[in-house]
T-cell receptor, first 111, second 114 residues
Protein backbone atom coordinates (compact mmCIF):
# COMPACT_ATOMS: atom_id res chain seq x y z
CA UNK A 1 0.00 0.00 0.00
CA UNK A 2 1.39 3.37 -0.98
CA UNK A 3 1.38 5.95 1.79
CA UNK A 4 2.52 9.54 1.92
CA UNK A 5 3.37 10.91 5.34
CA UNK A 6 3.60 14.63 5.81
CA UNK A 7 5.37 16.45 8.60
CA UNK A 8 4.78 18.42 10.60
CA UNK A 9 1.07 17.84 10.93
CA UNK A 10 0.49 21.32 12.35
CA UNK A 11 2.63 24.44 12.17
CA UNK A 12 1.98 27.87 13.64
CA UNK A 13 4.55 30.56 12.91
CA UNK A 14 4.95 34.30 12.89
CA UNK A 15 4.83 36.36 9.73
CA UNK A 16 8.27 36.62 8.16
CA UNK A 17 9.57 33.27 9.37
CA UNK A 18 10.73 30.50 7.06
CA UNK A 19 9.39 26.95 7.15
CA UNK A 20 9.73 23.58 5.46
CA UNK A 21 7.08 20.92 5.05
CA UNK A 22 8.04 17.34 4.24
CA UNK A 23 6.29 14.62 2.28
CA UNK A 24 7.78 11.13 2.62
CA UNK A 25 7.05 7.68 1.28
CA UNK A 26 8.69 4.30 0.92
CA UNK A 27 7.23 4.09 -2.60
CA UNK A 28 8.56 5.61 -5.79
CA UNK A 29 6.28 8.04 -7.62
CA UNK A 30 6.53 9.24 -11.19
CA UNK A 31 5.16 12.64 -10.23
CA UNK A 32 4.51 14.57 -7.07
CA UNK A 33 2.02 17.37 -6.71
CA UNK A 34 1.54 19.97 -4.00
CA UNK A 35 -1.87 21.49 -3.31
CA UNK A 36 -3.10 24.18 -0.94
CA UNK A 37 -6.58 24.05 0.49
CA UNK A 38 -8.38 26.86 2.26
CA UNK A 39 -11.42 26.36 4.52
CA UNK A 40 -14.60 25.59 2.62
CA UNK A 41 -12.81 25.12 -0.67
CA UNK A 42 -11.27 22.30 -2.63
CA UNK A 43 -7.49 21.90 -2.98
CA UNK A 44 -5.76 24.03 -5.60
CA UNK A 45 -2.69 22.77 -7.41
CA UNK A 46 0.53 24.68 -6.68
CA UNK A 47 3.09 22.64 -8.60
CA UNK A 48 3.87 19.28 -10.20
CA UNK A 49 7.39 17.83 -10.13
CA UNK A 50 8.32 14.83 -12.23
CA UNK A 51 12.12 14.48 -12.27
CA UNK A 52 14.23 13.21 -9.38
CA UNK A 53 16.14 16.11 -7.86
CA UNK A 54 13.92 18.67 -9.58
CA UNK A 55 13.52 22.04 -7.90
CA UNK A 56 10.72 24.43 -8.79
CA UNK A 57 10.12 27.91 -7.45
CA UNK A 58 6.84 29.73 -7.23
CA UNK A 59 7.50 33.20 -5.79
CA UNK A 60 8.39 32.54 -2.13
CA UNK A 61 7.68 28.80 -2.38
CA UNK A 62 10.40 26.31 -3.33
CA UNK A 63 9.49 22.71 -4.12
CA UNK A 64 11.96 19.86 -4.36
CA UNK A 65 11.49 16.27 -5.51
CA UNK A 66 13.89 13.81 -3.93
CA UNK A 67 16.53 12.13 -6.09
CA UNK A 68 14.88 8.74 -5.60
CA UNK A 69 11.41 10.20 -6.21
CA UNK A 70 10.16 8.95 -2.86
CA UNK A 71 10.01 12.26 -1.03
CA UNK A 72 9.45 15.95 -1.53
CA UNK A 73 9.71 19.18 0.40
CA UNK A 74 8.04 22.55 0.30
CA UNK A 75 9.97 25.53 1.66
CA UNK A 76 8.29 28.87 2.25
CA UNK A 77 10.44 31.96 2.70
CA UNK A 78 9.17 34.91 4.71
CA UNK A 79 5.74 33.43 5.34
CA UNK A 80 2.73 35.68 5.13
CA UNK A 81 -0.77 35.32 6.62
CA UNK A 82 -2.04 34.59 3.10
CA UNK A 83 0.01 31.37 3.14
CA UNK A 84 -2.28 29.98 5.84
CA UNK A 85 -4.00 26.77 4.77
CA UNK A 86 -3.77 23.00 4.50
CA UNK A 87 -0.89 21.82 2.33
CA UNK A 88 -1.29 18.44 0.66
CA UNK A 89 1.16 16.43 -1.37
CA UNK A 90 -0.07 13.83 -3.84
CA UNK A 91 1.92 11.13 -5.57
CA UNK A 92 1.14 9.78 -9.00
CA UNK A 93 2.31 6.63 -10.76
CA UNK A 94 2.97 6.57 -14.47
CA UNK A 95 0.28 4.83 -16.47
CA UNK A 96 -2.33 5.12 -13.75
CA UNK A 97 -4.92 7.72 -12.99
CA UNK A 98 -4.74 7.36 -9.24
CA UNK A 99 -3.11 9.88 -6.95
CA UNK A 100 -2.26 9.07 -3.37
CA UNK A 101 -2.72 12.07 -1.12
CA UNK A 102 -0.60 12.78 1.92
CA UNK A 103 -1.85 13.26 5.44
CA UNK A 104 -1.65 17.06 5.17
CA UNK A 105 0.13 19.90 6.97
CA UNK A 106 -2.00 22.63 8.47
CA UNK A 107 -0.12 25.93 8.43
CA UNK A 108 -1.13 29.05 10.30
CA UNK A 109 0.84 32.24 9.80
CA UNK A 110 0.22 34.87 12.46
CA UNK A 111 0.42 38.57 11.62
CA UNK B 1 -19.19 26.22 -16.15
CA UNK B 2 -15.86 27.78 -15.31
CA UNK B 3 -15.04 25.32 -12.58
CA UNK B 4 -16.17 22.13 -10.89
CA UNK B 5 -19.41 22.59 -9.02
CA UNK B 6 -20.91 20.38 -6.33
CA UNK B 7 -24.29 20.29 -4.71
CA UNK B 8 -25.50 20.54 -2.10
CA UNK B 9 -22.76 22.45 -0.31
CA UNK B 10 -24.03 21.15 3.03
CA UNK B 11 -26.22 18.18 3.84
CA UNK B 12 -27.47 17.17 7.25
CA UNK B 13 -29.25 13.85 7.42
CA UNK B 14 -30.39 11.32 9.95
CA UNK B 15 -28.71 7.99 10.40
CA UNK B 16 -30.23 5.39 8.10
CA UNK B 17 -31.36 7.81 5.39
CA UNK B 18 -30.00 7.78 1.83
CA UNK B 19 -28.18 10.79 0.39
CA UNK B 20 -27.18 11.77 -3.12
CA UNK B 21 -24.30 14.10 -3.84
CA UNK B 22 -23.82 15.72 -7.22
CA UNK B 23 -20.72 16.78 -9.13
CA UNK B 24 -20.68 18.85 -12.31
CA UNK B 25 -17.15 18.71 -13.78
CA UNK B 26 -15.44 21.18 -16.06
CA UNK B 27 -16.85 20.87 -19.56
CA UNK B 28 -14.75 18.55 -21.69
CA UNK B 29 -12.94 16.89 -18.79
CA UNK B 30 -13.13 13.15 -19.31
CA UNK B 31 -11.73 12.06 -15.96
CA UNK B 32 -13.68 12.51 -12.74
CA UNK B 33 -12.68 11.60 -9.20
CA UNK B 34 -14.49 11.38 -5.89
CA UNK B 35 -12.59 11.78 -2.61
CA UNK B 36 -13.55 11.88 1.04
CA UNK B 37 -11.89 14.20 3.53
CA UNK B 38 -12.40 13.90 7.26
CA UNK B 39 -11.74 16.74 9.69
CA UNK B 40 -9.36 18.65 7.40
CA UNK B 41 -7.14 15.62 6.92
CA UNK B 42 -5.74 14.21 3.71
CA UNK B 43 -7.94 12.97 0.92
CA UNK B 44 -9.19 9.40 0.70
CA UNK B 45 -9.72 8.19 -2.88
CA UNK B 46 -13.18 6.74 -3.47
CA UNK B 47 -13.71 6.20 -7.19
CA UNK B 48 -12.48 7.28 -10.61
CA UNK B 49 -14.42 7.68 -13.84
CA UNK B 50 -13.01 7.79 -17.33
CA UNK B 51 -15.96 8.86 -19.43
CA UNK B 52 -18.96 7.01 -18.06
CA UNK B 53 -17.10 3.95 -16.88
CA UNK B 54 -15.49 3.42 -13.50
CA UNK B 55 -12.45 1.17 -13.88
CA UNK B 56 -11.59 1.43 -10.22
CA UNK B 57 -14.17 1.32 -7.47
CA UNK B 58 -11.79 -0.11 -4.91
CA UNK B 59 -11.85 3.01 -2.75
CA UNK B 60 -15.55 2.83 -1.98
CA UNK B 61 -15.73 2.06 1.77
CA UNK B 62 -18.67 -0.35 1.61
CA UNK B 63 -21.49 -1.54 -0.61
CA UNK B 64 -23.62 1.29 0.77
CA UNK B 65 -21.62 3.61 -1.48
CA UNK B 66 -22.22 3.78 -5.21
CA UNK B 67 -21.54 6.29 -7.96
CA UNK B 68 -22.54 6.81 -11.53
CA UNK B 69 -21.73 9.18 -14.31
CA UNK B 70 -23.94 9.91 -17.28
CA UNK B 71 -23.20 11.55 -20.61
CA UNK B 72 -19.55 11.79 -19.65
CA UNK B 73 -20.45 14.75 -17.50
CA UNK B 74 -22.43 14.92 -14.27
CA UNK B 75 -21.71 12.35 -11.57
CA UNK B 76 -23.69 11.39 -8.50
CA UNK B 77 -22.36 9.68 -5.39
CA UNK B 78 -25.06 7.86 -3.44
CA UNK B 79 -24.72 6.72 0.14
CA UNK B 80 -27.43 4.39 1.34
CA UNK B 81 -28.42 3.86 4.98
CA UNK B 82 -26.01 6.56 6.15
CA UNK B 83 -23.97 6.03 9.29
CA UNK B 84 -22.35 8.60 11.55
CA UNK B 85 -18.91 7.59 10.33
CA UNK B 86 -19.93 8.72 6.85
CA UNK B 87 -19.78 12.33 8.06
CA UNK B 88 -17.06 14.08 6.08
CA UNK B 89 -16.47 16.46 3.21
CA UNK B 90 -16.92 14.76 -0.15
CA UNK B 91 -14.79 16.32 -2.86
CA UNK B 92 -15.07 15.88 -6.59
CA UNK B 93 -12.31 16.65 -9.09
CA UNK B 94 -12.02 16.51 -12.84
CA UNK B 95 -9.10 16.47 -15.20
CA UNK B 96 -8.35 16.38 -18.88
CA UNK B 97 -5.68 14.08 -20.34
CA UNK B 98 -4.72 16.87 -22.70
CA UNK B 99 -4.22 19.18 -19.77
CA UNK B 100 -1.79 16.98 -17.89
CA UNK B 101 -2.09 15.55 -14.38
CA UNK B 102 -3.70 18.56 -12.72
CA UNK B 103 -6.97 17.83 -10.96
CA UNK B 104 -9.44 20.66 -10.56
CA UNK B 105 -11.46 20.33 -7.40
CA UNK B 106 -14.93 21.45 -6.52
CA UNK B 107 -15.70 23.11 -3.17
CA UNK B 108 -17.03 19.88 -1.70
CA UNK B 109 -20.19 18.75 0.02
CA UNK B 110 -20.07 18.68 3.80
CA UNK B 111 -22.15 15.72 4.96
CA UNK B 112 -23.25 15.46 8.57
CA UNK B 113 -25.04 12.32 9.71
CA UNK B 114 -26.84 12.75 13.03
Amino acid sequence: TQLLEQSPQFLSIQEGENLTVYCNSSSVFSSLQWYRQEPGEGPVLLVTVVTGGEVKKLKRLTFQFGDARKDSSLHITAAQPGDTGLYLCAGGTSGTYKYIFGTGTRLKVLA
Amino acid sequence: GAGVSQSPSNKVTEKGKDVELRCDPISGHTALYWYRQSLGQGLEFLIYFQGNSAPDKSGLPSDRFSAERTGGSVSTLTIQRTQQEDSAVYLCASSSPAGGPEQFFGPGTRLTVL
